[in-house]
């Protein structure tokens, strides 16, 4: 996630080569038709062909990738909002060859890339039910089951990150470690997820442009549509203010940009509501997993005050629990005056810096620490944070 570049003023209806009411028949009567025209042919230019496909108890048929042979070291990469395994991509690649003998796995969580979305009659009257952390963390544990993997490490970016927690909070028996890159444990420290995401974009513009539609019941209707369906003037802001990193390589966010507007509009209101919700300070105060923290200096959407919050529980749960975690500050340079990340790593570390996560996750894995003095990256700890924030108070 990134935080607001430009403001869209602009209100329009969907794209005029589609007639009112061949759209609304298509939106009632053949959504899932479109779905699996989705799943099976959208997303055949970007994703790695060898995607396989498991389905799951949960009733979500799951598209993953994987490298690496069988192995006591297993790691699942988790995605953020809203992403695919794309993103983790590079950084898988760049671990296998830091080892080859782990066993490697992407996943395309439930609503995203291609794998399904949870039952339409179930879920479009309130989407936020059927993406709660709780329900992503069930799929991953279920994924576990069908491969027989008994534990595993994993590996989570921003909502991933929060999935991630959710696993290791529920499940400690099934984790042998997390690493948490650009994450936050409650919505009140990253207010991008209500005052962006939320306010803005899609209750700001998605919804009232979509309820002008003569009979169009939102959000039911709106649920398996997808951003490209809509009038490109509904969505441009993806471009210019979502799938952006200005230190990350072009095709890559092009590929991601690709597939993130092929993403159902219900997986878009589903999960960045179920996110608002989320608070779990507590909870992760009483954390049993060993945790490697990511974080970069401009990070936008996981603010400083976000990573203070996870050392604070963490360093509780420490205490109490006696686990070992690291905290690990990325970049050179701090954010600039504009609030934007402009010239250095931000919330979407691994796009420009698969080579250091992949190294740092190698080093966590063999001794519970990532790597000291890699290039671009300084570690850092809460006392240091808490010094410069006491510092910038007075």
Partial sequence: ?????VGLTAIVFLKPTIKMNQFISTIRNTCVLLFIVSSTQAYAQHTDQRLKNIHLSTGITMAYAETGSPSRDVVIFLHGYPDTHLSFKETMEELALLNPKRKLYALDQRGHGASTMPVEKECAADPEHCFTPAMFAKDVIAFMDQLNISAAYIVGHSMGSVITQEVALSYPERVRGIVLIGSFASAKAAPVIQDYVIDEKIEGIWKPALKKIPGFNWPIDAYMLRPVDLDPELSSWIKTDWVYDPTADDALITAIYDQTMQIRLGTWIGAIKALSRLD???????????????WALQDVACPEAAQLEIQKALEKAQRKNGIVYSFKKCGKKPLPESGMQEDDLGHNLQWAAAVEVAGDIDSFIRTGKPLPGLPYANPGNIKEMLVEQETTNN
């Fill in 1 to 5: 996630m990134t935080n607001s570049r």
């Fill in 280 to 294: 779990n300070l507590k909870r992760l105060s009483n954390c049993r997993v060993s945790t490697l923290v990511l």
